[in-house]
């Protein structure tokens, strides 16, 4: 039987995910993912997508990543590649052609979860919660979040989580679920289950010679 003084020990023991995700913030390095998404409306499957992926580090977080994501809703797999202060992209409607558009590091998320659990600031307020964190909390506290919805009134009422840890600490499974503000299309409801595959990856992700 395990005693109370053996448990606290223990529970001192556990890595700090926070820490632990700090700790692979080092350039040139970074870390496979891949992503199940499913959206549905009134309780019926609208669609499903799928992202897999690899983002770069720096030494404040992300800076870079290179995703394919695929969803019954387009043709073709969308190829996003975010570097330096622009976003490219091509496949699917978008066609052939790289579009480019503005955007920064720290400001942009990889992941059809609202939840940038790569981002120390978003991961410690989702980490205060039990399981679910306000859509407006989250907007305070992560700006990849504030990139995605124009305002506080636009986010979610309620974003639940589950977070899984590798024995460093390390994210390795979120899944995330929530519902939409009222929309026009009736009750949406999301779902996304991410997971981080392979830390320490060399990564060097540049522009699109294209473009």
Same mark, same amino acid.
Request: charged share 25%; glycine share 8%; hydrophobic share 35%.
């Given at each position: 039987m395990m005693t109370a003084a053996v448990s606290a020990l223990l529970l001192i023991a556990a890595p700090d995910p926070v820490v632990a995700l700090?700790?692979?913030?080092?350039?040139?390095? !970074? *870390?496979?993912?891949?992503?199940?998404?499913k959206t549905m409306i009134d309780g019926d499957l609208f669609s499903?997508? =799928?992202?897999?992926?690899? @983002?770069?580090?720096? $030494?404040? !977080? *992300?800076?870079?990543?290179? @995703?394919?994501?695929?969803?019954?809703? /387009?043709?073709? /797999?969308?190829?996003t590649i975010a570097v330096g202060r622009a976003t490219y992209q091509r496949g699917g409607v978008i066609g052939k052609k790289w579009v480019?558009?503005?955007? $920064?590091?720290? /400001?942009?998320?990889?992941?059809?979860?609202?939840?940038l659990v790569l981002d120390p600031a978003a991961m410690k307020a989702m980490l205060a919660t039990k399981g679910m964190i306000t859509g407006s909390a989250l907007y305070e506290a992560s700006p990849a979040y504030r990139a995605t919805v124009a305002s506080a009134k636009q986010a979610p009422a309620f974003i639940? &989580? =589950?977070?899984?840890?590798?024995?460093?600490g390390r994210p390795a499974k979120l899944v995330t679920w929530w519902t939409e503000p009222?929309?026009?299309?009736?009750?949406?409801?999301?779902?996304?289950?991410? $997971?981080?595959?392979? &830390? !320490?990856?060399? *990564?060097?992700? @540049?522009?699109?010679?294209?473009?």
């Open positions: 700090r700790q692979q913030f080092v350039p040139g390095h !970074g *870390v496979t993912f891949s992503e199940r998404a499903i997508s =799928k992202r897999r992926g690899v @983002v770069e580090f720096d $030494r404040s !977080g *992300v800076v870079a990543y290179d @995703v394919k994501a695929r969803s019954g809703l /387009a043709k073709g /797999a969308v190829r480019r558009s503005a955007s $920064r590091p720290g /400001a942009r998320t990889p992941f059809f979860s609202p939840i639940f &989580w =589950k977070l899984s840890t590798d024995r460093e009222d929309s026009e299309l009736g009750s949406v409801s999301k779902r996304s289950t991410l $997971r981080l595959i392979s &830390w !320490g990856v060399p *990564v060097k992700i @540049v522009a699109p010679a294209s473009s």
